[in-house]
Each structure stands twice: as C-alpha cells, then as structure tokens.
C-alpha cells in the first residue's frame, strides 16, 4: 500500500512554487523595510495590495490639494500650515517610491535578457 501512494504522490516529480520577498509598502518599528516571502497569493499579500492603493490615492488626493494651494490666486497659508503641507508631501513620495521599488522588483525578466541568462552585460 505504501509503495503504491509513492508512486503515486512523488515528491520529487513537483516543482516547488517559487516564493519570492516582497517589499511590504511599511517598515517595522525601526524604520527598516519590512519583507514579505510570498508566491503573490494570500492574506498578507491582499493586504499590502490594499495598503498600496491607499496609499497611492492618498498621495493624489495630497497632491490635488498641493496644486490648489499653490495655483494663483489661491489664499496664502501660514508657515505652519506650508510646513504642514510639506511634510505630508514628502510621506506621499516616500510610499509612492516604496510602491514603485516593490512593483519593479516584481516584475519578471524576460527570458534571452542579460538578467535573465545571470550575464553582466
């Protein structure tokens, strides 16, 4: 009976899914980047999906109202509030950049490309 289930079941025939690390769109108590070993499905890969749209629609919202401050005519802010308006510019562009650097790492390089055959050039 156990010789059958081997031959039907070997575990050697199987490729293994490939998993690789994805960068998580926040960064743990420390300020260092957060990972994530995945093959692209399941929970906390859905989440960090999510948390990148809101993140990305957040930044355009903020960037909606940025180009409003700033177009003529618009009623000066006080310092305070360009401040305000500065450092949440400079957040957006810090999740926008951390998206941008997780999506590239997960684009797949095409076969017959330098990357690809592990060359240099």
Known sequence: MAEEATRLFDASTVEPAVEELRLLPWANP???????????????????DGIEEVQLTMGEELLDHARGVLAPGARALTDAEYRWLACRLTEALSDALR?????????PVPPGTAEADGSDE
Do not use: F, H, K
């Not at 420390?30 to 960090?48: E, H, M, Q, V, W």
């Not at 998206?99 to 684009?107: K, L, P, T, Y």
């Open 99 to 107: 998206v941008a650097d997780s999506r590239g790492q997960r684009i």
């Open 30 to 48: 420390d300020g260092l980047p957060c990972y994530l070993s995945t093959d692209g499905g399941g929970y906390l890969a859905r989440l960090a």
